[in-house]
Antibody, heavy 121, light 108 residues
Framework: EVQLVESGGGLVQPGGSLRLSCAASGFTFSNYAMSWVRQAPGEGLEWVSGISSGGSSEHYADSVKGRFTISRDNSKNTLYLQLNSLRAEDTAVYYC??????????????WGQGTLVTVSS | EIVMTQSPATLSVSPGERATLSCRASQSVSSSLAWYQQKPGQAPRLLIYGASTRATGIPARFSGSGSGTEFTLTISSLQSEDFAVYYC??????????FGQGTKVEIK
């Protein structure tokens, strides 16, 4: 059974940083691209960032480009998202999700339960 | 960036009735279109990909159709567990993989 478990969320002040992690199990993690998708309270889904299976290609939404960095460690079956220069509008539940392909040009077929990031003073 | 527009925003349906949800893309996305279901407090779940292929374990009452810019998700006979928010997402032009704003299916 595919499992994706996010961690690392919490309360942070504006301008602060956090690192989110997503531990994967139940599938061959290194074979699939991964993405982060966020959902602000009461709002819809927003794709944030994606990374290819081998980690050579990274993609970012314009809203986070230059502030967030996605990475993965295939030896640890773990996906990361480094969040810097956080703003109030980054407050959201952050989901990690797996693509059904080595690249991000595919649907998201498994999702974690999410981790809440709250940016507030 | 491709804009995905879903309609209606809210759909009121009685159990056992048919529900038809629409998703329109601002430019062609071919058949690179997925539908997700999200219940309160839960993560989204993949229902349909490739515009019309049901994901593993998804009941046959869920069907998807369309290509290019116009897509439809049909739930043939609504069950109590189907009341939720449904999102479409295009993955033809990446990044970003844009989502629609969602359609809430509520009990009439």
């Amino acid at each position: 059974e595919v499992q994706l478990v996010e961690s690392g969320g919490g309360l942070v002040q504006p301008g602060g940083s956090l690192r989110l992690s997503c531990a994967a199990s139940g599938f061959t993690f290194s074979n699939y691209a991964m993405s982060w998708v966020r959902q602000a309270p009461g709002e819809g889904l927003e794709w944030v960032s994606g990374i290819s299976s081998g980690g050579s290609s990274e993609h970012y939404a314009d809203s986070v480009k230059g502030r967030f960095t996605i990475s993965r460690d295939n030896s640890k079956n773990t996906l990361y998202l480094q969040l810097n220069s956080l703003r109030a509008e980054d407050t959201a539940v952050y989901y990690c999700a797996s693509h059904r392909s080595t690249t991000c040009y595919s649907h998201l077929d498994s999702w974690g339960q999410g981790t809440l990031v709250t940016v507030s003073s | 960036e491709i804009v995905m527009t879903q309609s209606p925003a809210t759909l009121s349906v009685s159990p056992g009735e048919r529900a038809t949800l629409s998703c329109r893309a601002s430019q062609s996305v071919s058949s690179s279109l997925a539908w997700y279901q999200q219940k309160p407090g839960q993560a989204p779940r993949l229902l349909i990909y490739g515009a019309s292929t049901r994901a593993t374990g998804i009941p046959a009452r869920f069907s998807g159709s369309g290509s290019g810019t116009e897509f439809t998700l049909t739930i043939s006979s609504l069950q109590s567990e189907d009341f939720a928010v449904y999102y479409c997402q295009q993955y033809n032009n990446w990044p970003p993989g844009t989502f629609g704003q969602g359609t809430k299916v509520e009990i009439k």
